[in-house]
């Protein structure tokens, strides 16, 4: 068990091919950033297929999404099976926000073997400092 | 709305409540800090929880003059030449050694003075 690294919450530096990265914890305000990605992404796939869909179709497939967004089904506080985190991309979409980097940046570090044990590492610190009580599948 | 969203809207009014943050401050937080810091376990009168009295005398070595000189030697040699010195060394030990003299008469808890020893003072180390 650390001591203070939680409770500051300050994160970790990693560097990689000459550049510098911070792996920022997660604070409330970036669970609310993450909440409206996940929301955007899905308006633009509601969007993409606007064209083979009837304009009620649309409509009520819209205001559903608008519910499940308010209801707070995009939320990663979500318990279980529902948690958007069980999905791998919206797992890239919240290391994105925690290095503050774009998703395209984030999959070409982590397609790197090496980066991506290291990455993986300061992710799982990052996130043990972010939430209380906190286990991986594979912890010991 | 799910409960685990409910369930944060009072988690932020409490904090807005009790500790008089503001939104945006409690935006910079995170759900461990919220739980460790804001919300750690209190006794009944409000006051924060330590850890208990029991774990911490688990961790205290009864003080005897053995224990309490090799501690010196050990702080010693932690501060380095300043403290090597034998003079400031003995003298110290020299302090110890009359403060468990001087608590002699009292070790078998039975009570005791120097006028009126206690009814086990003959087996006194």
Redesign the interface.
């Known amino acids: 068990m650390s001591t203070l690294p ?2 500051t ?1 300050d994160g970790y530096d990693f560097a990689h091919m000459g550049k510098s990265y911070h792996v920022d ?5 970036m669970m ?1 950033e993450f909440e409206k990605r996940l929301f955007a992404k899905a308006k633009e796939r509601l969007l993409a297929v606007k064209d083979v869909l009837s304009s009620q179709a649309y409509e009520l497939r819209s205001t559903a999404l608008a519910d499940r967004y ?4 995009f ?1 990663m ?3 279980g099976e529902s948690n958007p985190l069980k999905d791998a991309s919206n797992t890239v979409t919240l290391f994105s926000l925690m290095l503050d980097v774009d998703e395209k940046e984030v999959l070409a570090l982590l397609s790197d073997k090496a980066v991506r044990a290291e990455l993986t590492g300061l992710f799982r610190c990052a996130m043990r ?4 009580g906190l286990s991986f599948p594979n912890d010991q | ?2 409960n ?2 409910l369930r ?1 809207r009072a988690i932020w009014a409490v904090l807005i409540d009790k500790f008089g943050l503001r939104p945006w401050e ?8 919220i ?3 804001y919300f750690h376990p209190r006794n009944k009168d409000g006051t924060i929880k330590f850890p208990s009295d029991a774990q911490n005398q688990q961790r205290q070595v009864p003080a005897t003059l053995e224990g309490e000189l090799a501690a010196l030697d050990e702080f010693a040699a932690f501060m380095g030449a300043g403290w090597k010195e034998k003079q400031q060394l003995d003298a110290a030990k020299e302090q110890l050694r009359a403060k468990y003299d001087g608590q002699r008469p009292d070790d078998t808890g039975l009570g005791g003075t120097e006028q009126e020893p206690c009814v086990c003072a003959d087996f006194a180390i």
């Open positions: 939680e409770l919450a914890c997660i604070d409330n305000n609310a308010m209801a707070g089904e939320s506080m979500q318990q400092d972010s939430f209380p | 709305m799910t685990e969203a944060q409690i935006g910079r937080l995170t759900q461990r800090q739980h460790e810091l």
